[in-house]
């Protein structure tokens, strides 16, 4: 049963644009909530993490928006670059407890020259 | 940074063979870490959590027995998976937490495993 739910499964952006990869989790337990980027065999990098007291975290060019009601958080690359294609993971866990991440499907981005 | 090493990172075996994965955190100890495994363009899905001193927990159609788990120092968590099949190709990634509050999960670079 997958307990996070991303999408879209793939996207492509111009560059200069930006992108948007939304996910929602159903766990109310859940408090914490990393995006990772992963390149063509490597491991996962996390990216940034953000927790449910604040509703916006920035870190550069990556945003994290989260909607603690609605169970919804989103990841917003601005200015969006041919380096940054990527497959993104959102996850989520509770605490660092030891518990493990719970993995969202992953998206595809394409940021095209 | 945190670092996980992970070694090999890749490696071809033939059928009824066994190979080992090692995952070390490099400065940091940690206490938990966790074996994940991904097939090409899929997610990344949780195999086990190793723990250090006890054994490791599996998750629901992980066999223990296959994958057999030792986390014997709070630096160093070995996968071996035994008697290789083909289907048991994959990439094994591990993760590594330090043991101190709010430490984010660290992933090593992966082993590709290649059976024959």
């Known amino acids: 049963q997958q307990q996070v739910k991303q999408s879209p499964q793939s996207l492509i952006v111009q560059k200069g644009g930006i992108s948007i990869i939304n996910c929602a989790y159903e766990n109310t337990a859940f408090d914490y909530f990393p995006w990772y980027q992963q390149f063509p065999g490597k491991g996962p990098a996390l990216l940034i993490a953000i927790r449910p007291d604040v509703s916006e975290k920035k870190e550069g060019r990556f945003t994290i928006s989260f909607n603690k009601s609605a169970k919804q958080f989103s990841l917003h690359i601005m200015d969006s670059q041919p380096g940054d294609s990527a497959t993104y993971f959102c996850?989520?866990?509770?605490?660092?407890?030891?518990?493990?991440?719970?993995f969202g499907k992953g998206t595809s981005l394409l940021v095209t020259p | 940074g945190a670092v996980v090493s992970q070694h090999p990172s890749w490696v071809i075996c033939k059928s009824g063979t066994s190979v080992k994965i090692e995952c070390r955190s490099l400065d940091f100890q940690a206490t938990t870490m966790f074996w994940y495994r991904q097939f090409p363009k899929q997610s990344l899905m949780l195999m086990a959590t190793?723990?250090?001193?006890?054994?490791?927990?599996?998750e629901q159609g992980v066999e223990k027995d296959k994958f057999l788990i030792n986390h014997a120092s709070l630096t160093l968590s070995t996968l071996t998976v035994t008697s290789a099949h083909p289907e048991d190709s994959s990439f094994y990634i591990c993760?590594?937490?330090?043991?101190?509050?709010?430490?984010?999960?660290?992933f090593g670079n992966g082993t590709r495993l290649t059976v024959t």
């Open positions: 190793s723990n250090e001193g006890s054994k490791a927990t599996y």
């Open positions: 993760s590594a937490r330090a043991n101190r509050g709010n430490s984010p999960l660290h």
């Open positions: 996850a989520a866990s509770i605490g660092n407890s030891g518990y493990a991440l719970n």
